[in-house]
């Protein structure tokens, strides 16, 4: 099993619909998580953290977290062209204070 | 804040030459740095760990006497890929730990290409 699972796509969504994005990890004992978004040819930025359960949101972003069920999303509310891009997903390694990358997902929004 | 500049943006040589690339921590210290590789339509992979005044700590199935890393300094470490070979042609991309608990910045990245 990988240490963190994306569906690696691509997903295609029309403008102003929500994007779901979703990870999976496998090490338990992550407490930090991690999106990030990249443009082709670029390095990643970070788009959200979140540490603990539930929801967070900046934006039109929003991230939830579920540890128990080791799952961690990202919702993008009202898609915009410039959102195409592959996601991210990222589970920093407890103890280890090291990022384990999904294959990331690409999403499309068609206008 | 938290900007780690990388440098060079891409490079070209020759197959068995040597290439080094910087990764710079311009607003903060980073004790630690790491560094990725990412082939075309792949995600990142991690290839070290750079440890500010130690030995980088190499992930499994990566060569240390390949790919060269040298944390000398808070502020830079490099990573020298000897006798390059075109499969070694790939996004090298580094990164640092800027403060607990808020993720890690990532360099703009090195295209390398080996002819």
């Known amino acids: 099993q990988k240490e963190v699972e994306q569906n690696s796509g691509p997903l295609s969504v029309p403008e102003g619909a929500i994007a779901s994005l979703n990870c999976t990890y496998s090490?338990?004992?992550?407490?930090?998580f991690f999106w990030y978004r990249q443009y082709s040819g670029k390095s990643p930025e970070l788009i959200m953290s979140i540490y603990s359960n539930g929801d967070k949101e900046d934006g039109r972003f929003t991230a939830q977290l579920n540890k128990a069920s080791q799952y961690v999303s990202l919702l993008i509310r009202d898609s915009q062209p410039s959102d195409s891009a592959t996601y991210l997903c990222a589970v920093e390694i407890q103890g280890a204070q090291k990022l384990v990358f999904g294959q990331g997902t690409r999403l499309t929004i068609n206008p | 804040g938290a900007v780690v500049s990388q440098h060079p943006s891409w490079v070209i040589c020759k197959s068995g030459t040597s290439v080094k690339i910087e990764c710079r921590s311009l607003?903060?210290?980073?004790?630690?740095m790491f560094w990725y590789r990412q082939f075309p339509k792949q995600s990142l992979m991690l290839m070290a760990t750079s440890n500010e005044g130690s030995k980088a700590t190499y992930e499994q199935g990566v060569e240390k006497d390949k790919f060269l890393i040298n944390h000398a300094s808070l502020t830079l470490s490099t990573l020298t890929v000897t006798s390059a070979h075109p499969e070694d042609s790939s996004f090298y991309i580094c990164?640092?730990?800027?403060?607990?608990?808020?993720?890690?910045?990532f360099g703009s990245g090195t295209r390398l290409t080996v002819v």
């Open positions: 607003d903060f210290q980073a004790t630690t």
């Open positions: 090490d338990r004992g992550s407490q930090s």
């Open positions: 990164s640092a730990r800027w403060t607990e608990g808020h993720g890690y910045t």
